[in-house]
């Protein structure tokens, strides 16, 4: 079966730091991935789809790469206001999420 | 800006149906570029995509509750519905509502609406 990994589950990171979260499809998916933002008690946010391609509106410190199998959401520079879960997405299958807090 | 609001009972009983219905405003739901699509999270867990709905009624259906799922669309009322039969407290959930869009390589979910929380219980 299908199936989409990310690591790690959860991250503590400090203002300022470089975040870096992967995620893992058992096949190739091309370059057919998207990335969302989830705060707490709030819908999903679209960041990122077709892999790298930045949602209009999204902070440029977010960017996405990779194709095939494996694909990276980074952050450049941590805001306070980025702590949220993350998820990839692929059609109808989510990767089980990344949280991320401030040390 | 387009926006979804989901609306519904927040408490069913065991073995009822639920119903929910997604509002769009500010944009149409007959766009011919679009589906529409309805994704729940149970407490503290993941996403998981239920089912999808163009303009004409072409549906889509995740293989986890497929044969307990309904999603139809009105677009006189700018408005498509989620039906899901005997549910169970494992369909505790927020149900959200979203357009799905670039869908022709793969499709991705944008805006979502708020969520509304379902609690099943007697």
């Known amino acids: 079966d299908f199936q989409m990994t990310q690591s790690p589950s959860s991250l503590s990171a400090s203002v300022g730091d470089r975040v870096t979260i992967t995620c893992r499809a058992t096949q190739d998916i091309k370059n057919y991935l998207g990335w969302y933002q989830q705060k707490p008690g709030k819908g999903p946010k679209l960041l990122i789809y077709?892999?790298?391609t930045l949602q209009s509106g999204v902070p440029s410190r977010f960017s996405g790469s990779g194709s095939g199998t494996d694909f990276t959401l980074t952050i450049s520079s941590l805001h306070p206001e980025d702590v949220a879960t993350y998820y990839c997405?692929?059609?109808?299958?989510f990767g089980q999420g990344t949280k991320v807090e401030i040390k | 800006q387009l926006q979804l609001q989901e609306s519904g009972p927040g408490l069913v009983k065991p073995s009822e149906t639920l119903s929910l219905t997604c509002t769009v405003s500010g944009g149409s739901i007959s766009s011919t570029s679009h589906y529409w699509a309805w994704i729940r999270q149970p407490p503290g867990k993941g996403l998981d995509w239920i089912a999808s709905i163009n303009y004409s009624g072409n549906t889509y259906y995740g293989g986890t509750l497929r044969s307990r799922v309904t999603i139809s669309v009105d677009t006189s009322k700018n408005q498509f519905s989620l039906r899901l039969n005997s549910v169970t407290v494992a369909d505790t959930a927020v149900y959200y509502c979203a357009r799905l869009i670039d869908c022709t390589t793969s499709c991705y979910f944008d805006p979502w609406g708020q969520g509304t929380l379902v609690t099943v219980s007697s």
């Open positions: 997405q692929k059609s109808g299958m």
């Open positions: 077709a892999a790298s």
